[in-house]
């Protein structure tokens, strides 16, 4: 199975958190490819395999800088995704209570909405909890992709 980690993030933790996954999951039945969301836009989810959105929530509920972007084009552009997979590992803070999670939340149903399934729940890491994320983050990734195997049809 083929991989795809998305990385938004502002200060760096999402990508940690990325790195921790791509380790875990890369075990060579298992590719894994992450990248930054930086410069991309929607024909990125043309590439094969599964993806995993890895990212973190700024400003008033939004995506960061970074992925802004890749989540304006996907609403502009609005590709047909039916043929995507995806899981959402996302980064906030409950201090946020109001927009808490809401970047990966944003991506989760522009995805749903183009078409594309998410494989298992979408993870909402909160800073405020005093758990780091990029431990969280093996241990969930390793079920995610438990699941992705499982639901597997092609
Ligand atoms: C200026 C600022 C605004 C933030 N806004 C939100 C928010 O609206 N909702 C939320 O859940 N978290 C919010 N956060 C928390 C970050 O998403 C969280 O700290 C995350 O772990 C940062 O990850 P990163 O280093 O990958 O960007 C905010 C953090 C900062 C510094």
Redesign the pocket.
């Known amino acids: 199975m083929k991989v795809t980690i998305l990385v938004g993030?502002?200060?760096?933790?999402?990508?940690l958190c990325a790195q921790e996954m791509e380790l875990a999951l890369d075990d060579g039945e298992t590719e894994v490819a992450t990248l930054m969301m930086d410069g991309l836009d929607s024909s990125v989810f043309g590439r094969d395999g599964v993806f995993l959105i890895c990212t973190?929530?700024?400003?008033?509920?939004d995506v960061?800088d970074n992925a802004r972007a890749l989540y304006e084009d996907l609403k502009s552009a609005r590709p047909d995704l039916s043929r995507v997979r995806y899981g959402v590992f996302g980064?906030?803070?409950r201090t946020?209570a109001e927009?808490?999670?809401?970047g990966g939340k944003r991506f989760d149903e522009i995805l749903t909405d183009l078409g594309a399934k998410r494989i298992g729940e979408r993870h909402m890491h909160d800073?405020s909890s005093g758990i780091l994320?990029e431990e969280t983050a093996l241990e969930w990734c390793q079920d995610w992709l438990a699941k992705a195997k499982e639901t597997d049809t092609v």
């Open positions: 993030t502002m200060t760096g933790t999402a990508q973190s929530t700024y400003g008033q509920g960061p980064l906030g803070d946020y927009t808490f999670n809401f800073a994320p």
